[in-house]
């Protein structure tokens, strides 16, 4: 299977500043790139998919970009409400089954 | 608005079954790949299973082919997931989510969950 391997484990980030997390894949995964955030005691939510497409609903302060096996989530002007732990998945279908890395947590400095 | 609401969680005993359902709302569930999900205690996501919008072709990851199996009614609005021979670990909250259009296993709405816990 694909490995996700995330950094940092956990980001602390003072209110309106810049939050930047990095995702990497042990192959290839094309544009097949997603991100979720999945806030203290709630379901995922889809932020990103296609590397850089925001799902329905989504702040244009979220951005995604990458390619490959080299992968950023964004997150400009933060605000307390995004404090959560945030997940990206690989799901090219080439590799097997679809995998998610382990998580960064976004805290609020 | 999509909803997505699980029931059917519980306590079980190793070896045991337990059937999963999941009420959708809000669009049209027959024309949508469906998909569980699970995230043990702690830890991270799991994409466990996926069914096309026909119910005519699924898929597993390995670590539950053969003991789980995912069906859908589309008459009922309502996805399925049968988990028989459970080990302690499938232990987890199982997520039923709507996969994201021209994907297979991406949950672009997600419901709030059902607890499975596998002890004896």
């Known amino acids: 299977d694909t490995v996700m391997t995330q950094s940092p484990a956990t980001l602390s980030v003072s209110p309106g500043e810049t939050a930047t997390l990095s995702c990497r894949a042990s192959?290839?995964?094309?544009?097949?790139l997603a991100w979720f955030q999945q806030r203290p005691g709630q379901a995922p939510r889809l932020l990103i998919y296609?590397?850089?497409a925001r799902a329905s609903g989504i702040p244009a302060r979220f951005s995604g970009s990458g390619s490959g096996t080299e992968f950023t989530l964004t997150i400009r002007s933060l605000q307390s409400e995004d404090v959560a732990v945030y997940y990206c998945?690989?799901?090219?279908?080439?590799?097997?089954?679809?995998?998610f890395g382990h998580g960064t947590k976004v805290e609020i400095k | 608005e999509v909803q997505l609401l699980e029931s059917g969680g519980g306590l079980v005993q190793p070896g045991g079954s337990l059937r999963l359902s999941c009420a959708a709302s809000?669009?049209?569930?027959?024309?949508?790949?469906m998909g569980w999900a699970r995230q043990a205690p702690g830890k991270g996501l799991e994409w466990v299973s996926s069914i096309i919008s026909s119910g005519g072709s699924t898929k597993y990851t390995d670590s539950v082919e053969g003991r789980f199996t995912i069906t859908r009614d589309n008459s009922k609005n309502t996805l399925y997931l049968q988990m028989n021979s459970l080990r302690v670990e499938d232990t987890a909250v199982y997520y039923c989510?709507?996969?994201?259009?021209?994907?297979?296993?991406?949950?672009?709405?997600w419901g709030q969950g059902a607890q499975v816990t596998v002890s004896s």
């Open positions: 296609a590397i850089s």
């Open positions: 192959q290839t995964v094309g544009s097949n």
């Open positions: 809000g669009f049209t569930f027959s024309t949508y790949v």
């Open positions: 989510a709507r996969v994201l259009s021209g994907t297979y296993d991406v949950g672009d709405y």
């Open positions: 998945q690989q799901y090219n279908k080439y590799n097997k089954w679809p995998t």
